[in-house]
């Protein structure tokens, strides 16, 4: 069943005027060796792991992924733990106890037709680490768990594009049952009861929201009219940050209705990048060029609006001190952290 929302009443809750520039309270911890490639910030009672991989290791083959903690009573360093694995780490997520990885190596320098992919389970608590299963050449777009029984993997199945599956495990990753989608899957989220991905049909415009009920895995569909670059899903309300012509806004869908929530800035320069939403705290990362960055050459900017009152008022947040900002987590609405680049993580406090 397709529902196209092209045609919608649209409600305009606040304009790009409302926005309040303010200094978060923001702290600095080093990462030793800087040549360290990082792929996922993770949050667990507190603690702040960081998973990456050996950049120093040219060769695919050769690989190693390595994984950083930082203690949630104090430090200004991230300590490296006696972790490895043989890879690249490329997904990694966080189940209920667990943390569990994704890790991606080649039996062949430089041919992407051998990639082999594994999962792993790393405990928090003692820093365990064991392999649960092999997805072999399956390429790995996200992976989610509810807990540390039910989980789910958004795979790509061979070379084709739009050759994806859902797959689906009871037992912790031992074993899974495959559902095709045959469709491209970009953003991911999962509620209680419900798993989402954005996809596209013509050119990458994504906009398109696939949903896969949990329970007897019916898939359904809704079509918006801008595209989609990240997703939050609740109570049945679609919460979706994309570009609409040429400006990057937030829109709020419902069953009825379609409203405009922010508009942020009135150019086409801004690019949005992540959406994260706990309750009445909303995130939006914005990246934009900055044409006077290293010396004239120009670079990329990044900005974090915060709101705190559901997307009424907002609050900029220059990054100036960013490279750039990738990976990135929230812990709930108390806490943000990002790799900025050159060995440093910014660690935020949201509440004060």
């Known amino acids: 069943m397709k529902n196209k929302m092209s045609v919608i009443i649209l409600f ?18 080093s990462v030793d060796p800087k040549y360290e490639h990082f792929n996922t910030l993770i949050w667990s009672e507190g603690d702040l792991f960081v998973f990456g991989t050996d950049e120093e290791k040219n060769d695919f083959r050769t690989k190693r992924s390595v994984v950083y903690k930082r203690s949630n009573v104090s430090g200004t360093k991230l300590r490296i733990l006696d972790v490895e694995l043989n890879g690249e780490n490329v997904i990694t997520t966080k189940g209920e106890k667990y943390i569990y990885l994704v890790n991606e190596s080649f039996t062949e320098r430089l041919s992407f037709k051998n990639i082999y992919s594994s ?21 790995v777009r996200d992976l989610l768990f509810e807990d540390d029984l039910k989980g789910y993997a958004f795979v790509r199945l061979s070379n084709n594009a739009r050759d994806y599956g859902l797959l689906f495990t009871d037992d912790g990753g031992t074993s899974w049952d495959t559902l095709m989608l045959k469709r491209p899957v970009e953003k991911v989220f999962q509620t209680n009861d419900k798993l989402y991905f954005t996809s596209f049909k013509i050119n990458n415009f994504r906009n398109w929201i696939y949903s896969i009920n949990k329970k007897d895995r019916s898939i359904d569909s809704l079509q918006v009219s801008f595209n989609i670059s990240g997703i939050h899903v609740e109570k049945n309300v679609y919460w979706l940050l994309g570009k609409e012509n040429d400006l990057t806004i937030l829109k709020r869908y419902d069953r009825e209705s379609v409203q405009d929530v922010h508009i942020f800035g009135e150019n086409s320069g801004l690019f949005p990048k992540r959406l994260y939403k706990y309750g009445n705290l909303i995130a ?69």
């Open 119 to 139: 999962l792993y389970r790393f405990n928090p608590n003692d820093y365990s680490i064991n392999k649960i299963t092999d997805f072999g050449g399956y390429l």
């Open 284 to 352: 939006v990362l914005l990246s934009t060029v900055d044409k006077y960055m290293l010396g004239g050459l120009g670079g990329t900017k990044e900005e974090l609006y915060l709101s705190f009152d559901a997307g009424i008022t907002w609050k900029r947040h220059e990054l100036n001190d960013a490279l750039y900002i990738n990976p990135l987590s929230f812990d709930r609405d108390k806490k943000f952290a990002a790799y900025i680049g050159n060995g440093k993580v910014i660690l935020c406090d949201l509440t004060k």
């Open 12 to 29: 305009i809750i606040v304009s790009s005027s409302c926005i309040n520039e303010d200094a978060m309270i923001c702290s600095k911890l």
